[in-house]
């Protein structure tokens, strides 16, 4: 009995429902094993769609095209799936129908002189009962089926012909051509062409290492201080022919191989000439592209045993080779690959050695080894591999490897506004189009969301975060406001690309979710404080419980799996795991809190200690989610229950103030019927002026206590963006002060030379900052998306040679001022002053500026006026030892409200 024919059936997503009744009308071919039809549909969760999609019209006996004009219209249908059915109809590889679903100019398409139907190529909409157009449908299709039998391949080359590569190329390139975009709803195109979107990836060293066994202290102090020189891929390929190329998950390793491929391909068949050497630093002639999976390698060895592994390494490749062209594809003979390969000029792109099972990797990383050492002299090798994969056996000997770094502040940039302009279909010939102008717009709504969202920095510098980030904005015109629900949407995300994978191992996402959940708790509660790092075995234990496994093996199975395909979990150390990014670890930790309600977690120290501060954030927005406003309120008020005295309640008062501010996306008053207003009127009345004149000031002392104690939880009277200016409305002032004529305006015993002249200035209204600029500010700039120690745009171009001869990443101490966000930020120079002001969107004040700001028209003596000062006005030379934090003296402010111009800190000026 003969086989069914497989179908394939293209469609616009426009015109699901007819594919619905389309599919509801062919089952009776189904049934009576005609035919076996195929849609994307029926793509399993978490199967790469592309691939799926090349796989199915390449396996196709007949191809469907229901065509409109959003067929028409659409860049893959018409582009991609079109080109390619066509191409293997012209060489008798398949048969192609074209079935008019909606009126449209088809006629003057590629496809407008084959079978059309229904009858006569009228739409089936065109007919007044649609069941008679779909079963006219399913008539003409039968017959066609009945008349295929004897149909055979058309023979791959005329005697003595040299077999032409270019439908291999034209293939190579259309696979090649197109991002997939995964598991983010149905408001994004699930494909984008690569042109647009790829942005030019780095490489940041030679091997892939690791900080050893370094102190934490000097382990952090090390990944934020050190100095990266970095170099381009083209870089890497120009004076490394053969290379492998490792990198975190997401970090770009397929995308990189597809878009040398692609441009191989085009630049061979004469579609880009030149690109090899223009954008894969590739000199002379285009070296012949073979894009390979590893993963299909090592199926293809273990399905045929006879092509074992070594001692024949290279003669498995190759024969591996032939596999991919069987059946005369593209119309090139079976050896064909093969043979290219043998002759040298061939560029072999080997990607995914971390996706081959673990008890297989080092067996193909020793064929791969074996062919290279045979192969390499005429031929290049570009291997790709998580870097959790690359170690022990599955690290090849004959191949330096190469890390990708991060995206940086260009990096994003390019790839956002390539993002936006593929969704529009902005014409590179047409810059000033509509279509142009309607992606500038979005690009500047899209940074902007980018730039307002204060969690987002560290996820932008990695590409496959970058563009879950594009995704959710695109899908839902905003970024969720509550960090929670952003990690959330990050978490699945992650978990659901490669669910497939786990599925087979029996592990869904959310039981996935549920262990990482148990482990992030238990690197948090560790005895010796919170890990970043952890040992296998005590991983292992942390999550077998969750498993429901007694064997500790089974339960580091799954770590290995996690570590290779999940994206949240690496392992940059030998013997050890850890969380892609800190933040992970700290939502699923939350995650794990507001799942079991056990309170016993979270003990006084453990709420106000520096390394669980994320966490009780994190725990305030999945309470809300989960439970609720009472949700939330219940821990807000175990929060104010810690406060005792005034440094305690404004410690906790900050810290509830910040779990408050963090739900407030989510609607209603967690606060309401809590203590929360009485202590926070009763902790920030210490900071003001007294209203009684003579009334008693709380000590120096316990002021700064109390405001050490608000900025350790979140102080709020830094939070609030617009009650961090003041508006002055300028005049005429004298500005200057000499110590010549005590009679004359302007006299200071003390003056300085450079003060002199006193003389008269006139000013225009501006703004300027209530308090010297914080550390907790500060910090935002170093680590902002657009980082701003890394972004040569916010600096002086004196200043940026000066960073760059001296590495900076962020201020002398840093490390330790992150102790203390509301006290002023100090170590820094004037570049850097300048550079932070840049990055706001303002600038220093001029001198002038400064001196009416702190002395006003009248010219005070001091910021207050003419009382000598007192603890209560400022802090002079340095008397507690350090710069206090900013607004601690009531009796010090300006009449305008600025604090602090007075003792403290030396403030930079324009």
């Known amino acids: 009995m003969p086989q069914p024919a497989r179908v394939f059936v293209s469609y616009s997503h426009e015109d699901d429902r007819y594919r619905v009744a389309l599919t509801r009308h062919l089952r009776l071919l189904e049934r009576q094993g005609l035919i076996e039809s195929w849609f994307d549909r029926k793509i399993l969760p978490g199967e790469a769609l592309d691939a799926a999609i090349q796989r199915e019209l390449e396996r196709a006996e007949v ?18 799936e079109m080109k390619r059915a066509t191409e293997r109809y012209e060489a008798g590889e398949a048969l192609v129908v074209t079935l008019i679903v909606r009126a449209c100019d088809w006629h003057s398409s590629p496809f407008g002189k084959l079978l059309a139907l229904p009858t006569d190529g009228k739409p089936v909409t065109s007919w007044d009962n649609p069941d008679e157009a779909w079963t006219d449908v399913a008539r003409g299709l039968r017959r066609l089926l009945e008349t295929r039998q004897g149909r055979a391949p058309r023979a ?38 690569l042109d647009r979107v790829y942005t030019r990836l780095r490489v940041r060293s030679a091997r892939a290492g690791n900080l ?34 490792v990198g975190d998950p997401g970090s770009g390793k397929t995308t990189f191989l597809k878009f040398a491929a692609q441009k191989l391909a085009r630049d061979l068949l004469g579609a880009e000439k030149g690109a090899a050497k223009a ?4 000199a002379g002639d285009a070296p012949f592209p073979i894009l390979l999976r590893l993963s299909e390698l090592a199926e293809f060895l273990v399905a045929n045993p006879e092509h074992g592994y070594p001692p024949n390494a290279t003669e ?42 673990a008890a297989s990797r080092g067996r193909i990383a020793a064929l791969i080894d074996q062919a290279v050492a045979e192969l390499r002299g005429e031929n290049r090798f570009l291997l790709t591999c998580r870097t959790r994969a690359y170690e022990g056996k599955a690290c090849l000997g004959t191949l330096e490897s190469f890390t990708l770094a991060d995206f940086g502040p260009q990096e994003v940039e390019s790839f956002v506004r390539g993002w936006c302009r593929a969704l529009h279909h902005v014409d590179s010939e047409e810059p000033a189009s509509a279509a142009a102008r309607d992606a500038e717009a979005y690009w500047g709504q899209l940074q902007e969301a980018l730039d307002a969202h204060p969690n987002v920095g560290p996820l932008t510098r990695n590409p496959l975060m970058l563009t879950m980030l594009a995704v959710v904005h695109w899908s839902h015109h905003k970024l969720p406001e509550q960090r929670a629900e952003l990690y959330k949407v990050a978490v699945e995300y992650l978990l659901d690309s490669r669910a497939e994978q786990a599925k087979e191992k029996g592990y869904t996402p959310q039981l996935r979710q549920e262990a990482l959940q148990a482990l992030a708790l238990a690197m948090f509660e560790d005895e010796e404080g919170l890990q970043r790092s952890y040992g296998l075995e005590s991983a292992a234990d942390a999550i077998r419980e969750v498993l429901a496994v007694e064997e500790r093996l089974a339960a580091l199975d799954f770590l290995e799996e996690e570590t290779v395909h999940s994206g949240l979990l690496v392992s940059h150390t030998e013997g050890e795991v850890e969380f892609w990014h800190l933040t992970f670890q700290e939502y699923l930790t939350a995650l794990e809190l507001a799942a079991s309600g056990d309170w016993r977690h979270l003990a006084e120290e453990r709420l106000f200690a520096d390394q669980w501060n994320e966490v009780v954030l994190l725990l305030g927005g999945c309470l809300r989610r989960n439970n609720g406003v009472r949700g939330a309120k219940k821990l807000v008020e175990k929060v104010l229950a810690t406060g005792r005295d005034l440094p305690t309640k404004a410690r906790a008062v900050g810290l509830a103030g910040r779990i408050l501010r963090d739900v407030r996306p989510y609607g209603g008053d967690p606060a309401a019927g809590t203590a929360f207003e009485t202590l926070l009127e009763e902790t920030l009345a210490i900071f003001r002026p007294p209203a009684e004149e003579g009334a008693p000031i709380a000590p120096e002392s316990l002021r700064v206590e109390v405001g050490e104690a608000l900025g350790q939880a979140g102080d709020p009277r830094l939070e609030d963006e617009e009650s961090l200016w003041v508006d002055l409305p300028g005049g005429t002032f004298l500005m200057g002060a000499q110590r010549e004529d005590s009679e004359a305006p302007g006299y200071d015993a003390e003056a300085f030379d450079a003060e002199a002249p006193v003389r008269r200035i006139t000013l225009s209204p501006f703004r300027i900052g209530r308090y010297p600029v914080t550390v907790g500010l500060f910090r935002r700039f170093v680590e902002a998306r657009h980082v701003g120690y890394l972004d040569p745009r916010y600096w002086d171009p004196k200043g940026w040679a000066w960073r760059e001869n001296e590495e ?50 009248e010219g005070r003596k001091y910021p207050w006026g003419k009382a000598e000062p007192t603890d209560s006005h400022a802090c002079f030379d340095y008397r507690i030892g350090y710069a206090p934090p900013v607004g601690v003296y009531p009796l010090g402010a300006t009449p305008d409200g600025l604090h602090d111009l007075a003792g403290g800190v030396w403030e930079w000026c324009q």
């Open 212 to 245: 050893g066994e370094k102190g934490k202290k000097a382990r952090m102090e090390e990944e934020l201080l050190r100095g990266e020189t970095s170099a381009s891929l083209a870089e890497v390929l120009r004076d490394h022919p053969s290379a492998v190329l």
């Open 63 to 80: 191809v469907l095209f229901l065509v409109s004009a959003d067929f028409l219209a659409s860049e893959y249908c018409y582009g991609v």
């Open 808 to 857: 900076l990443v962020a201020p002398d101490g840093w490390l330790d001022q992150l102790r203390h966000p509301n006290r002023p930020v100090t170590g820094v120079s004037w570049y850097e002053a300048d550079a932070y002001c840049r990055w706001r969107g303002g600038r220093l004040p001029t001198d002038a500026q400064w001196e009416y700001a702190a002395r006003g028209e």
């Open 156 to 193: 791959a080359a005329a005697p003595g012909k040299a077999p032409d590569p270019r439908r291999y190329l034209e293939a190579l390139d259309s696979h090649c051509s197109w991002i997939k975009l995964q598991g983010m709803g149905a408001k994004v195109a699930e494909l984008l062409p």
């Open 279 to 282: 954008q894969l630093g590739i």
């Open 316 to 357: 498995h490749l190759l024969r591996f080779l032939d596999y991919t062209l069987r059946g005369a594809a593209h119309g090139l003979p079976q050896t064909y690959l093969r043979d290219r390969l043998v002759e040298g000029g061939c560029f072999l792109l080997l990607d995914g050695l971390d996706e081959v099972p």
